[in-house]
C-alpha cells in the first residue's frame, strides 16, 4: 500500500540480467508494464543507470500487486530496493563517486607504470600496467559501467567480462613470469605451464565471440584457482 504522496521508484540490484519485466496492478486492472535489463538500450530506461530502475505510477493510499519476472545468462539474483526520488538520486550519486573514484586510482596507478616502463625499461612495469587496466575493465562491464556509457546493448556486452578477465589474466601470467623471474629459475616445467595456461585463455576468449554459455563462467572461476594454487607452490 502507497501511505505518501511521492514518485517512488523500483530498482533491481544487478546489472547483469538480460531481461526485466515489471507489472503494476491496482485493484486487478494493470496499469503499468515496463522492461528493462541489458537487452534493452539504455537510452530506454527510466533512469539511466546499470542497474533496472522503474518508476512506478502510484498514488496515495491506494493498494497495489507488483510482479517481476527476470531472465539472464549469467547472474539470475534480482535483490530489490525500493526508493523515494530524492533517496535514488543521492545513492546514484554516491554510487557515481565511489566508482570514479576508484576509476581513477585505477588509470593513475597504470600511468605510473608506464611512465617506470619508459625510464627503465623493464617489461614487468608494462605487464603490470596493461594488467590493471585490463581488471579494471572487467570490473566496469561486471558492474553495468560499460553497458551504460559505451556499448549499450551491442552483442558485446554479453561477452565483455568474460573477454576481460582472461585477457587480463594473460597480462597477470606475464608480470608474474617477469616479476619473479620464473623463466630462469623453473625452466624446467614453467614455461610449458604459462604457455599452456595462456593458449589456454585465447582460445577460450576466442570462443566466447562466436560460442558463449553460462557454464563458461566456471572456467573462469576454474581459473583463477588455478592461479592461485600455482602461486602458492612457486
Known amino acids: 500500500k502507497n501511505k505518501t504522496n511521492k514518485a517512488w521508484f523500483l530498482e533491481i540490484e544487478n546489472s547483469r540480467l538480460s531481461e526485466m519485466e515489471v507489472w503494476l496492478y491496482e485493484r486487478n486492472q494493470l496499469i503499468l508494464h515496463k522492461k528493462s535489463g541489458d537487452k534493452i538500450p539504455i537510452k530506454k530506461y527510466d533512469v539511466r543507470s546499470p542497474n533496472p530502475i522503474f518508476k512506478l505510477a502510484m498514488i496515495e493510499n491506494q493498494d497495489y500487486e507488483i510482479f517481476i519476472k527476470a531472465s539472464g545468462t549469467r547472474d539470475l539474483k534480482f535483490p530489490i530496493m525500493f526508493w523515494e526520488e530524492n533517496e535514488l538520486l543521492e545513492h546514484l550519486s554516491t554510487n557515481k563517486l565511489i566508482w570514479g573514484i576508484y576509476l581513477g586510482f585505477i588509470i593513475l596507478i597504470s600511468l605510473y607504470n608506464i611512465f617506470l616502463w619508459i625510464t627503465i625499461k623493464d617489461t614487468v612495469y608494462i605487464f603490470y600496467s596493461i594488467y590493471i587496466l585490463l581488471f579494471g575493465a572487467f570490473q566496469l562491464s561486471l558492474y553495468g559501467f560499460g553497458f551504460q556509457y559505451i556499448w549499450s546493448n551491442s552483442w558485446f556486452n554479453e561477452i565483455a567480462y568474460f573477454v576481460f578477465l582472461f585477457f587480463s589474466n594473460i597480462f597477470l601470467i606475464l608480470f608474474t613470469d617477469s616479476f619473479l623471474d620464473l623463466s630462469k629459475n623453473y625452466k624446467n616445467y614453467w ?22 554459455r553460462y557454464w563458461f563462467n566456471y572456467l573462469a572461476i576454474g581459473q583463477g584457482v588455478l592461479f592461485s594454487a600455482l602461486f602458492m607452490l612457486i
Do not use: D, V
Not at 614455461?191 to 558463449?212: D, E, M, V
Open 191 to 212: 614455461q610449458r605451464i604459462k604457455n599452456a595456461l595462456i593458449f589456454g585463455s585465447l582460445i577460450t576468449t576466442a570462443i566466447s565471440f562466436f560460442y558463449f
